[in-house]
């Protein structure tokens, strides 16, 4: 009777695990990913604005532009005229001084007073930028208005030092940063109380994620607020709702992600990436390499002893050299995922460039499940 029992019990309890085993085991839909909205999308109107700035770094230690570099002249010549030095450029030879372009970023919402960082570089001759200081310098926006000002000591990630032909140099020394060192002079804070409809923008184009993220917010919400104007574009309706709160709720949400299929390829670096769900059509890869060495000596042919006719020429010998190595073979089958590939290249001793050109022919054998993109 015991063992009766205990068989029962056993029986009941693997058919309760059952649908959670069967669950738990169901893999995840292959080229999709859980992320926040918050991570994949925009709110459009509320974006960053690039700053540029023209200036001149001063305290250098005779490292700076040299009087060739004459808009360097002309600018420190303008500096002092402001300051009531008058000075003619052409007769300035300072070594301390170079011209530099000023870059920031404006946040959004960014208000008078706020500090931002700025980078600097050097757009002269100039041989580091090492202890200088960034004199006063306008940041102007895209539409010729200044919105911010910049000045402060540079902060570099590298230097040099030595001379003539003896010289060390680490990272780049012409280039360097001042954090908070620009002051924004101008509101541009958006209003969001004014906001009737938000306007979410995903940074990879897609229907299906844009599909399921008007979905996850219109279940969050319980209404249908959410739609989708095209592959990038869903709209939601505020509807009288404190703009903050909806997009704080809105962003924390997570949607499954559909990546794309695509391989990346830079044929300048030999470098190929690739997603995990490419795969490839039955297809046989051949794959072989031709060398061709061109050298060339130059011999010198002097006349004989005493001659009055001859003289001495350099005449060239050169010499072609071929030489082929025999292809080698790879068979992929049907669904060949990305791995499978690589490993049978390198199986062949195919390099990152014959790599390049081997995606390139399975493409235009149609043999290529994904988009081959070429920058």
């Given at each position: 009777?015991?063992?009766?029992?205990?068989?029962?019990?056993?029986?009941?309890?693997?058919?309760?695990?059952?649908?959670?085993?069967?669950?738990?085991?169901?893999?995840?839909?292959?080229?999709?990913?859980?992320?926040?909205?918050?991570?994949?999308?925009?709110?459009?109107?509320?974006?960053?604005?690039?700053?540029?700035?023209?200036?001149?770094?001063?305290?250098?230690?005779?490292?700076?532009?040299?009087?060739?570099?004459?808009?360097?002249?002309?600018?420190?010549?303008?500096?002092?005229?402001?300051?009531?030095?008058?000075?003619?450029?052409?007769?300035?030879?300072?070594?301390?001084?170079?011209?530099?372009?000023?870059?920031?970023?404006?946040?959004?919402?960014?208000?008078?007073?706020?500090?931002?960082?700025?980078?600097?570089?050097?757009?002269?001759?100039?041989?580091?930028?090492?202890?200088?200081?960034?004199?006063?310098?306008?940041?102007?926006?895209?539409?010729?208005?200044?919105?911010?000002?910049?000045?402060?000591?540079?902060?570099?990630?590298?230097?040099?030092?030595g001379a003539q032909a003896n010289v060390v140099q680490v990272n780049h020394p012409t280039a360097g940063r001042i954090p908070e060192g620009a002051i924004i002079e101008r509101n541009l804070a958006v209003d969001l109380s004014q906001m009737k409809k938000l306007s979410l923008l995903l940074g990879q184009s897609d229907f299906a994620t844009a599909e399921n993220e008007a979905g996850a917010i219109n279940?969050?919400?319980?209404?249908?607020?959410?739609?989708?104007?095209?592959?990038?574009?869903?709209?939601?309706?505020?509807?009288?709702?404190?703009?903050?709160?909806?997009?704080?709720?809105?962003?924390?949400?997570?949607?499954?992600?559909?990546?794309?299929?695509?391989?990346?390829?830079?044929?300048?670096?030999?470098?190929v990436v690739m997603g995990g769900n490419v795969t490839l059509g039955a297809c046989s890869v051949m794959h072989g390499s031709l060398t061709i060495a061109i050298t060339t000596e130059y011999q010198v042919s002097q006349p004989p002893p005493?001659?009055?006719?001859?003289?001495?020429?350099?005449?060239?010998?050169?010499?072609?050299?071929?030489?082929?190595?025999?292809?080698?073979?790879?068979?992929?089958?049907?669904?060949?995922?990305?791995?499978?590939?690589?490993?049978?290249?390198?199986?062949?001793?195919?390099?990152?460039?014959?790599?390049?050109?081997?995606?390139?022919?399975?493409?235009?054998?149609?043999?290529?499940?994904?988009?081959?993109?070429?920058?």
């Amino acid at each position: 009777m015991k063992r009766t029992l205990m068989f029962v019990g056993l029986l009941l309890a693997i058919a309760l695990s059952a649908p959670m085993i069967a669950h738990s085991a169901n893999p995840t839909t292959a080229g999709s990913s859980s992320v926040r909205i918050g991570d994949i999308t925009t709110v459009e109107g509320i974006r960053d604005n690039p700053l540029t700035g023209f200036g001149i770094v001063v305290g250098l230690n005779k490292t700076g532009d040299t009087q060739q570099t004459l808009f360097t002249m002309q600018t420190l010549a303008n500096v002092l005229r402001k300051m009531g030095v008058q000075v003619n450029a052409s007769v300035i030879l300072a070594r301390n001084v170079a011209s530099v372009f000023v870059t920031a970023t404006l946040p959004p919402f960014a208000t008078a007073g706020t500090r931002i960082d700025v980078n600097v570089s050097s757009t002269g001759d100039a041989k580091s930028l090492e202890g200088g200081m960034l004199l006063l310098t306008p940041l102007y926006g895209p539409d010729g208005q200044v919105y911010a000002v910049a000045q402060g000591p540079l902060v570099l990630g590298g230097y040099t030092g030595g001379a003539q032909a003896n010289v060390v140099q680490v990272n780049h020394p012409t280039a360097g940063r001042i954090p908070e060192g620009a002051i924004i002079e101008r509101n541009l804070a958006v209003d969001l109380s004014q906001m009737k409809k938000l306007s979410l923008l995903l940074g990879q184009s897609d229907f299906a994620t844009a599909e399921n993220e008007a979905g996850a917010i219109n279940q969050a919400l319980g209404s249908q607020v959410a739609t989708v104007v095209d592959s990038r574009r869903v709209e939601i309706n505020v509807g009288g709702r404190n703009v903050p709160e909806l997009l704080a709720q809105v962003q924390s949400l997570s949607i499954t992600v559909n990546q794309p299929a695509r391989v990346v390829v830079n044929e300048r670096t030999g470098t190929v990436v690739m997603g995990g769900n490419v795969t490839l059509g039955a297809c046989s890869v051949m794959h072989g390499s031709l060398t061709i060495a061109i050298t060339t000596e130059y011999q010198v042919s002097q006349p004989p002893p005493f001659s009055k006719t001859g003289q001495t020429v350099v005449v060239p010998q050169t010499t072609v050299q071929a030489k082929e190595q025999p292809a080698r073979r790879l068979e992929l089958k049907a669904g060949t995922t990305v791995e499978d590939l690589v490993n049978g290249l390198q199986g062949i001793g195919a390099t990152a460039r014959d790599i390049v050109a081997v995606l390139e022919a399975i493409r235009a054998a149609g043999a290529l499940n994904a988009e081959l993109v070429m920058i």
